[in-house]
């Protein structure tokens, strides 16, 4: 049975950092492509950050995030992390990540919105808040 399984999550100060992490159980992580997701209050899900698989390495970046958001692998874990600093109350969001075989660009991947992701965790909240 696969399963993504995210941490990391919680409550930060406006300029602080957190490192969320994906973990796959059930599924060679390193040979697809895996996306972090956010959804904010009230907003659609969007891609925030996606990377193709380990043999290719690509990463793109949503432009509100770039500067701030780093998103690598583990693959000796099964995991991709997100390493986010200088938050702002608007990454606030539930973060969500999903795996998928690398089917175009990464841009493209990440812009293809979530529903068209093979396999998609439950989620860690992020709230950006003094």
């Known amino acids: 049975q696969v399963q993504l399984v995210e941490t990391g999550g919680g409550l930060v100060q406006p300029g602080g950092s957190l490192r969320l992490s994906c973990a796959a159980s059930?599924?060679?992580?390193?040979?697809?492509?895996v996306g972090w997701f956010r959804q904010a209050p009230g907003k659609e899900r969007e891609g925030v950050s996606c990377i193709l698989s380990s043999s290719d390495g690509s990463t793109y970046y949503e432009d509100s995030v770039k500067g701030r958001f780093t998103i690598s692998r583990v693959d000796a874990n099964h995991t991709v992390n997100l390493e986010m600093s200088s938050l702002k109350s608007e990454d606030t969001g539930v973060y969500y990540c999903?795996?998928?075989?690398?089917?175009?660009?990464?841009?493209?991947?990440?812009?293809?919105?979530?529903?068209?992701?093979?396999?998609r965790g439950q989620g860690t909240q992020v709230t950006v808040s003094s």
């Open positions: 999903a795996a998928t075989p690398p089917i175009t660009n990464v841009r493209n991947m990440c812009l293809m919105g979530w529903r068209g992701w093979s396999y």
């Open positions: 059930g599924l060679p992580l390193n040979y697809y492509a």
